[in-house]
T-cell receptor
Framework: EAQVTQNPRYLITVTGKKLTVTCSQNMNHEYMSWYRQDPGLGLRQIYYSMNVEVTDKGDVPEGYKVSRKEKRNFPLILESPSPNQTSLYFC?????????????FGPGTRLTVL | DAKTTQPTSMDCAEGRAANLPCNHS???????VYWYRQIHSQGPQYIIH???NNETNEMASLIITEDRKSSTLILPHATLRDTAVYYCIVRVAGPMNQFYFGTGTSLTVIP
C-alpha cells in the first residue's frame, strides 16, 4: 500500500531534550516536506527536499533540522526543543514536488514540549 | 503566490450539494487553484485542482470563474464523512516551496 509513515505518533518531552521524528514513504517520490499545524495559523511548511541531499527552508524553519540521505526517509530533528514547538507535525511527499503533483500526507505526530 | 479568502465556516445538509467559495483576486495567469481537505487532525487530502477550465473528478467539481478571481468547490451529495476543513490554495507551477495552506473553511455536514 502506498503510504507515508511517521513515528512516533505522539510524543511528550521536556525542553532541551533532542528528538527526531521519522518520516518514510514507499512511493519512490523525489519530493518530501515537513509541516506544522497550529490553531489559527493553518499548516505551515518547515523544510522541504526536492531530492536526496537537497533540502531547503520553508516558511518556519527556525529550531528544526532535516536530512535526506536516502530517497525514502526525511527525518525532522529538534536539537533543543522548546515549548513553542508544541504542535501537530505532518510529513508529506509527492512525485517531483511540482504544483501539479498530488501531495501525500502522513498521519501526523502530536508533539508536546514541557 | 496569490492569497486566498475563504469563509471561516459553513454548514450543509446531508445529501445536498456543498458549495465552498474561494476568492483569489490577485491570481496570476500561471497559478493553479488547488483544493485539499483535512478531516480532524489527519493529514490533508488532495481533492482537485485546475488552471482555467472547470474540472470534475470522483470526489468533487471545481468551478473557476472566467476572470479566475474566484472559484467554487462543489461536493455534489455531501455526506457526514465530508465534514472537514477545506483549503483553497493558489500556486505558481513549480517546486512546492513555502507551501502555505492557510486556515481554510470548516464544513459541517448536518444530518
Amino acid at each position: 500500500e502506498a503510504q507515508v509513515t511517521q513515528n512516533p505518533r505522539y510524543l511528550i518531552t521536556v525542553t532541551g531534550k533532542k528528538l527526531t521524528v521519522t518520516c518514510s514513504q514507499n512511493m519512490n517520490h523525489e519530493y518530501m516536506s515537513w509541516y506544522r499545524q497550529d490553531p489559527g495559523l493553518g499548516l505551515r511548511q518547515i523544510y522541504y527536499s526536492m531530492n536526496v541531499e537537497v533540502t531547503d527552508k520553508g516558511d518556519v524553519p527556525e529550531g528544526y533540522k532535516v536530512s535526506r540521505k536516502e530517497k525514502r526517509n526525511f527525518p525532522l530533528i529538534l536539537e533543543s526543543p522548546s515549548p513553542n514547538q508544541t504542535s501537530l507535525y505532518f510529513c508529506a511527499s509527492s512525485l517531483f514536488g511540482l504544483d501539479t503533483d498530488t501531495q501525500y500526507f502522513g498521519p501526523g505526530t502530536r508533539l508536546t514540549v514541557l | 503566490d496569490a492569497k486566498t479568502t475563504q469563509p471561516t465556516s459553513m454548514d450543509c445538509a446531508e445529501g445536498r450539494a456543498a458549495n465552498l467559495p474561494c476568492n483569489h483576486s490577485t491570481i496570476s495567469g500561471n497559478e493553479y487553484v488547488y483544493w485539499y481537505r483535512q478531516i480532524h487532525s489527519q493529514g490533508p487530502q488532495y481533492i482537485i485542482h485546475g488552471l482555467k477550465n472547470n474540472e470534475t473528478n470522483e470526489m468533487a467539481s471545481l468551478i473557476i470563474t472566467e476572470d479566475r478571481k474566484s472559484s467554487t468547490l462543489i461536493l455534489p451529495h455531501a455526506t457526514l464523512r465530508d465534514t472537514a476543513v477545506y483549503y483553497c490554495i493558489v500556486r505558481v507551477a513549480g517546486p512546492m516551496n513555502q507551501f502555505y495552506f492557510g486556515t481554510g473553511t470548516s464544513l459541517t455536514v448536518i444530518p
